[in-house]
């Protein structure tokens, strides 16, 4: 399993911060509901006096008009709170909808800027947790955390105000017990801390696993790993429980302490001040609008305690997802990029080093130049580099030595979207996006016409399988096209490259999953497909290149044979024994047949 780490502090001012930039957007309805949440504080402060005039006054004096009116101003003021209270609920929301948006967005940006190098050492499942789990934990601090947490801030102060204003030694013995909470406090979020970031981390294990279990579920089934694979999991979701268990465990001690520690306050206020309404310095009406204050001061309390958790579960998402902001891992484009006009497709590698991790070069010293037009094949064992000089030409990852250029500009000088639009690629493993076939051609892009993506389904020989549905070119398309066979896929996806009508075509093992009748349909439309274009092709099946203009052989990164298929041939070297072995292996084959 891909363990994550467990960052920071409880409460990091820089990352508040950060987060409160978020919120500036929206100031003006961030300053609104603090108002409306002050107002609604100090509703709630003033409603144990109604209570003490009601009693001490109204009733005192037997007025019966008076209490009337004292109980409409009291209806009056409940009413008005509510509505106060219905606003800035929904204010809130709002704010924490908007930012959490906005927010999610800056991520997704992110990502997709970043470079393959990023993604190959981060699992799916744990960036999903970032633009899912702790963001809608943000989310909770936006809308429900720092304003409220004002509402809850201005009661206490108006209760304390009230309660001092109208008898400031019963408000002393009210509050004698307070240390006991501030110290009960500190303990629970000493402990709490920890806890929270262990749930944290045991979801994002839960969906690593889920996301790559459920991926490769076709491996688990046919090697009967189902059993295996369930045993895991619910060890993994076994951790996530007892993580989440650990941290309720904080607060059924933490709640009931408070519970406990009020009552005392109640029982304290029972005993000095009926001490004191028997000698008469005291009235009735007080003893009970300090009962009220006493249980509305410890409602806010436990609020802020909740507002405590929110603040817990968001420090630590929080730095989670800005760690993932300030991710560098981006191959970035120039400032003030060179133009590259309409290109040619001459491609040149001069010296080029590349490696994944440190100095273990998967490239060395590559050098080769291909002439606009022609068509340029790549052969080798698996891993002596043919598809490092592909991501390297696209700009995926960036080189350490040397220079790639494209019709004599250093490809570092030029915008990717600029490079990349000069290029299409077809893939061993193809990905289809859900949706229908006409959007997994055309990618969305409006210069393809419908025309347009026909034709280049007829040129491919896709056209035929897809006017056989009966929705034809808006056939759906589920995810990653499991509902489509593995050579409509590769017939598909020439049809999205050769609709771009790129300058320079790329074909990465292209053929090499298809059956031999697609596989000649597919060899027919590629030479279609390649005239006028530049073409770089890597192919496991050397019967696939003979036409190519050059063939340059690679073996542990180094460049070790170039020329045309016969001159090789006549070399004797490395492709002459790649040749012979498939040869050989292809004449057993059909001799088994």
Do not use: C
């Not at 598909?492 to 009748?517: G, H």
């Not at 020329?563 to 057993?588: D, F, N, P, V």
């Amino acid at each position: 399993m891909q363990e994550e780490e467990i960052l920071g502090k409880a409460y990091d001012n820089h990352l508040m911060k950060r987060l409160l930039r978020y919120l500036r957007p929206y100031r003006w309805h961030v300053a609104l509901g603090i108002v409306s949440s002050i107002a609604v504080s100090a509703m709630e402060a003033v409603r144990p006096w109604f209570t003490r005039h009601a009693v001490d006054v109204n009733i005192a004096q037997h007025d019966k008009e008076g209490l009337l009116l004292t109980a409409a101003g009291f209806l009056a003021l409940l009413m008005v709170r509510g509505a106060v209270q219905y606003a800035n609920a929904y204010l809130t929301q709002w704010i924490g909808q908007r930012t959490i948006l906005d927010l999610r967005m800056e991520v997704f940006r992110h990502l997709q800027r970043l470079g393959l190098k990023f993604f190959d050492r981060n699992p799916i499942g744990r960036l999903i947790t970032r633009v899912t789990n702790d963001i809608e934990v943000l989310n909770e601090m936006f809308s429900s955390g720092i304003v409220m947490a004002f509402s809850d801030i201005f009661t206490i102060i108006g209760i304390l105000y009230f309660m001092f204003t109208m008898n400031w030694a019963l408000a002393l013995v009210s509050l004698s017990v307070l240390p006991i909470l501030v110290y009960g406090t500190f303990v629970f979020r000493r402990k709490a801390r920890e806890a929270y970031r262990e749930v944290r981390l045991q979801l994002a294990r839960i969906n690593t696993f889920t996301q790559e279990h459920v991926t490769g579920m076709m491996v688990d089934q046919i090697f009967n790993r189902e059993r295996r694979a369930y045993d895991t999991f619910s060890e993994v979701n076994g951790l996530h429980r007892d993580a989440n268990i650990k941290s309720i465990l904080y607060y059924s001690f933490f709640y009931p302490g408070v519970e406990v520690i009020g009552a005392t306050a109640v029982g304290l206020i029972l005993w000095y001040a009926g001490g004191e309404a028997m000698r008469g310095t005291i009235t009735v009406g007080t003893i009970m609008a300090f009962l009220q204050f006493n249980e509305m001061f410890w409602r806010p309390i436990r609020d802020l305690s909740e507002k405590y958790n929110i603040m817990q579960t968001a420090m630590a998402s929080s730095e989670r997802v800005f760690k993932l902001l300030d991710d560098k891992t981006v191959v970035e484009s120039p400032a003030a990029p060179v133009p590259l006009g309409e290109a040619r497709g001459a491609i040149e590698f001069r010296g080029v080093w590349f490696a994944y991790v440190g100095e273990d070069w998967v490239l060395k010293n590559a050098s080769f130049r291909v002439e606009p037009g022609q068509t340029v094949a790549f052969v080798g064992h698996t891993g002596a580099g043919k598809t490092t000089i592909i991501n390297l030409l696209t700009r995926f990852y960036e080189f350490q030595k040397g220079e790639i250029l494209i019709d004599g500009i250093d490809i570092r000088l030029l915008d990717q979207a600029e490079l990349r639009r000069t290029m299409a690629i077809v893939l061993q493993d193809v990905f289809l996006f859900s949706g229908d076939i006409a959007s997994n051609i055309t990618l969305g892009n409006e210069l393809i016409g419908h025309d347009r993506m026909k034709a280049a389904a007829r040129v491919v020989g896709a056209h035929k399988f897809i006017e056989a549905y009966p929705a034809q070119y808006a056939h759906e398309v589920k995810e990653r096209g499991a509902t489509l066979s593995v050579g409509q896929k590769q017939l598909i996806s020439f049809a999205r490259a050769l609709a771009v009508n790129p300058k320079v075509l790329i074909l990465d093992e292209a053929t090499s999953s298809v059956d031999t009748e697609t596989e000649i349909l597919i060899q027919q439309a590629i030479q279609k497909l390649l005239r006028g274009r530049t073409s770089l092709v890597i192919a496991h099946r050397l019967s696939t290149i003979q036409r190519a203009d050059k063939i340059i052989v690679l073996h542990k990164g180094e460049i070790r044979e170039m020329g045309t298929h016969q001159e090789l041939l006549a070399l004797g070297g490395i492709y002459h024994t790649l040749y012979r072995l498939q040869y050989k292996e292809q004449s057993r084959s059909g001799a088994g047949t």
